[in-house]
């Protein structure tokens, strides 16, 4: 199959605003011969990186905007115009197996079209980036939304920001440290010319100085590795699950914290459970259960309500929340095409539902810890500074660390070339009433 007609088919729905890149890849990997996957990957991941740049170029070279209905031909445009922008290969070829993608589709009549854009921008690259470059979008290769709102919440960090998010992001592992400690599962590595570091906060992870098949590394299916970057990781050292704790992982997917919470804790005196809402996303919690070789309870649920609750309060709620993933756009690009500025205040109200609900289902002396993957403070520190001064019984336990910056509620992280991700955390407990 055409890897450039499967890029087109993971593009196009999201150009439309439906599915998710990493999903909407998943499906068009099948069907691509082993060889050309790396391409495909490149094509849409590329494409959907550096987006904000490449639909100012599109839409210098077309003189009206392209139908709904020919979504597939913008699709097509974008990924000729990232070949030849962004890519090392001969010019000729990429126009004329680009312009054949039409075809491909159906669409016989936007061979000259196609071609006539591509020859364009390929004649004329210099000039045309040098006239959009005082567009603030292309300029920083993020939507002008996102660089404005940015440059107001973090006058001194924004372009530092915007330079990792534009990065490919790294392989970074956690060890399951009761089945190998880091520096034998380093030297296990080093055997086989894989080059790994230390992370600097986790105690757990790793990371590797390049991206592999995770499927090939000694001990992954064994469980002695899982893939989760260094700042996701600190969610379960928060949490420090302890003999007797009752535990809840809300929100669940992808489930790396949830596993991470059973590694770390003793599962004889200690019962944790997790919930999610979306059941493809609990497949995947439960088919690393089986390669891990453990197991919890895992309710498919909605948070925002309490119907699969047995009513045993819990002492400790990791609460990660659903957010606009901010801080891991460089891991998932194409969050410069679908997140829109009211989002933002969408997601927050459905924070403040959950953490209400959670809150109610914690016991007194609990803790709660309160994570996002934002880097927005509409979505971190504002709302557990609205939850604490609306809620008397409830305080926050200043966290005692060395990374991220300090806020006036909880930590901030931003993402970092080479490094973790953009992430929030905030703990707060639940005090005894005065009666």
Known sequence: MNARLLAIRVITPLLNNSGS???SLQKQLADCPENQRPFLQELCYGSMRFYPKLIGIVNSLIKKPIRTKDTDIKAI?????YQLYKMN??????????VDICKLVNKQWAVAFVNAALRNFQRNKDSIISSLDSDLSFKYN??????HKLK??????????LSANDQHPPLTLRLNCNKVSRETYIDQLETIGVIATKTEYSEYGITLDKPLDVKTLPGFEEGQVSVQDEAAQLAAILISPESGDNILDACSAPGGKLLHL????????TKIQGIELEERRAARIIENFTRLKINCELHIADATTSDWWDKKKFNKILLDAPCSATGVIR????????????DIHKVAKLQ???????????EENGILVYATCSIFPQENEKIIAAFIKNNTDAKELSINAHWGNKRPYGRQLFPRDKGHDGFYYAVITKVQQQT
């Not at 290969?89 to 680009?98: C, K, L």
Request: charged share 25%.
């Open 152 to 161: 107001s919440n973090w006058p001194d960090d924004w372009q530092q920001i």
């Open 352 to 362: 403040k539902q959950i953490l209400e609900n959670m809150w109610s289902m914690l």
């Open 89 to 98: 290969t001969a010019e000729h070829a990429i126009i004329s197996e680009t």
């Open 142 to 147: 993020h939507p002008a939304w996102f660089v």
């Open 21 to 23: 890149l990493k999903y």
């Open 262 to 269: 059973l590694e770390l804790a003793d599962t004889e005196t």
């Open 77 to 81: 445009l974008l990924i000729g115009i």
């Open 331 to 342: 891991r998932n690009p194409d969050i410069k095409l679908l997140r829109q500025a009211e």
